[in-house]
């Protein structure tokens, strides 16, 4: 039995230690000398030493998870927030390196094996979402248009923004951040990549338990309306004439190409009869919005997917993964200034 008690505590520290680095390092950019990380571990060490104890003293069950009361007044105030901008503690005119300055500070603060408290899962959750849109260049200029409109602050935080979601997930976010491989017994990785939190099931379950049925019925209630409102809309608009992939089962099997861009994109066979003159071009210019669309989607995952690699590899110190990193290809971005220049002509 001291064995496994032993075992859990080393875990515990090793996972206080690396969150506790990360944390200095998003603060002050890194470690400048050898000496000064000598004296970081060390301070490190101790600080170990004192969450062991404050552990052993609050009980060995998973049950009695320590939090402190600064650490349960964050999460009440991401809670509270009505806005990303307020989530992530920037104004709207931050730069893209005070969103990520932002980000590394929040996402350390509230991972799950930092922060125990009751919901903190759910603002890590919601910080990844905030800055994940708002580093988005065309997600948040459509968030600045619509979003106070969709916010609804009599609305339990939960429902905010739900048209405003991330492209990723709040736990790719932070692999991106900071290269994965978090070590602690509490994370499980599965093989779609995603990572799953142990003791994250017994908050929710905690709380779901507290909050009772009405409370339950008022959170799937967007649901509801949501799917009763996408199969409206679904019976009410028609399909679109063309697909930018050939897709047999809608009928899109005639390839065309837009005159200005060449897009290539397919259609039905009675297309030609049925877009000619304004018609036809309204839908070539539809096409090569999808395509820009997709490729500025595509090009912003290109890139924090290299800056992330970047990132990790300055903190490690790694030579080769740096290296790698500065050459890794992104193609889509590479597309969109070819379109650029076509459109605009530099």
């Known amino acids: 039995m001291n064995g496994k008690t032993d075992t859990s505590a080393s875990y515990l520290n090793g996972s206080v230690l690396v969150i506790a680095l990360l944390e200095s390092i998003a603060e002050n950019g890194g470690p400048s000398t050898s000496e000064e ?189 949501l799917i009763i409102v996408s199969a409206l809309s679904q019976m009410m608009v028609s399909s679109p004439p063309y697909s930018l992939s050939h897709r047999p089962s809608m009928g899109h099997t005639n390839r065309r190409h837009t005159p200005t861009l060449k897009v290539p994109y397919y259609v039905g066979d009675h297309f030609s009869e049925e877009y000619t003159g304004m018609n036809l071009k309204n839908v070539e210019q539809s096409v090569e919005e999808d395509y820009i669309s997709n490729l500025r989607n595509n090009c912003w995952k290109e890139k924090q997917q290299k800056e992330g690699l970047l990132y990790r590899a300055r903190y490690f110190g790694d030579t080769d993964l740096y290296q790698r990193a500065q050459k890794m290809a992104t193609p889509s971005c590479s597309k969109l200034s070819d379109v650029q220049v076509l459109l605009h002509g530099h």
């Open 37 to 225: 990380h000598i004296r970081e571990n060390d301070g490190l060490r101790n600080r170990s030493h004192k969450t062991e104890d404050h552990s052993s003293g609050q009980g060995a069950t998973e049950s009695a998870k320590p939090f402190t009361s600064e650490q349960l007044d964050a999460v009440k105030r991401i809670k509270r927030c009505k806005d990303y901008y307020e989530i992530l503690g920037v104004s709207k005119e931050a730069s893209e390196e005070d969103l990520k300055k932002a980000y590394r500070k929040l996402a350390l603060k509230f991972h799950p094996d930092k922060n125990q408290a009751p919901g903190a899962t759910e603002a890590f959750k919601a910080i990844g979402n905030a800055y994940a849109v708002l580093s988005n260049p065309e997600k948040r200029r459509q968030y600045d248009v619509y979003g106070e409109e969709k916010a609804h602050p009599t609305h339990r935080h939960r429902t905010h923004h739900r048209n405003f979601e991330a492209d990723i997930s709040p736990e790719d976010l932070f692999n991106m951040f900071f290269g994965g491989g978090f070590p602690t017994n509490n994370v499980h990785v599965y093989s779609n990549g995603r990572m799953r939190f142990g003791h994250q099931q017994r908050h929710e379950r905690r709380e779901q338990q507290r909050e009772g049925g009405l409370a339950l019925f008022v959170q799937l209630m967007p649901i509801l309306i």
